[in-house]
């Protein structure tokens, strides 16, 4: 479904502003892996980031020249970003990525997901192969508007944990490109309208004891 104009206009106003934020910062890269030609080059620390709740955490990556858009078992896609945290409480995890074009600095096929982290993560694994761990948000689709392509995360409740956000597309300008977007988690609130209704059955259940 498309996202209106106008969410997406706040949801990247939102990012841009969290940048400048205090306490902000970025998100480890645990591993990047991009095909080109017959060969998987891996980077990154592959150690996670803690979050904190509520907080923002910023990803994105940059590729200096195209990427071969034929990964096994998932074809005109060149790489593959996974971002490893973990989060102490329970939260409501929403994402925002975005790649503006910049003729021979592009981005194209960006997609995101979020599935939590299985006992043993190994990134040599299969890549494209499902969603190891249980896929909590499947892949969203790529949109545009302007010269700005975009996907965003629908939110999702995490409890405490470690997850991967998954950050996959295909470097196609003439000088490679680039990425960059924010998560943000927020604490699950208690909703009021729940704590009424189950004020009103605690109170059925005593006028129902007091009448026998």
Known sequence: MAMPKSSL???LLAA???FGAPGAHALTLSYSTTYNGSIHVTTGSGTATAQTVPGSDFFGNAFPAPTNPNFPTAGAFGFY????FTVPVGSVANAVSSSISLGSLEVGNLQMRLYA????FYPTS????????GCLA????????????????????????SYVLEIRGDATGANGG??????????????GVAWLFGAALLGAGWRRRAVS
């Open 138 to 161: 499947d892949w969203g689709m790529t949109q545009s508007a302007g010269n700005v392509t975009y996907t965003v995360m629908n939110p999702v409740t995490l409890g405490p944990g």
């Open 117 to 120: 982290l299985p006992v043993d």
């Open 9 to 11: 206009a706040a949801s």
């Open 178 to 191: 680039s990425y960059s977007g924010v998560l943000n988690l927020a604490e699950v609130p208690v909703p």
């Open 126 to 133: 299969i890549i494209g192969a499902g969603c190891p761990g």
């Open 81 to 84: 970003d996974d971002y490893i």
């Open 16 to 18: 841009a502003c969290l």
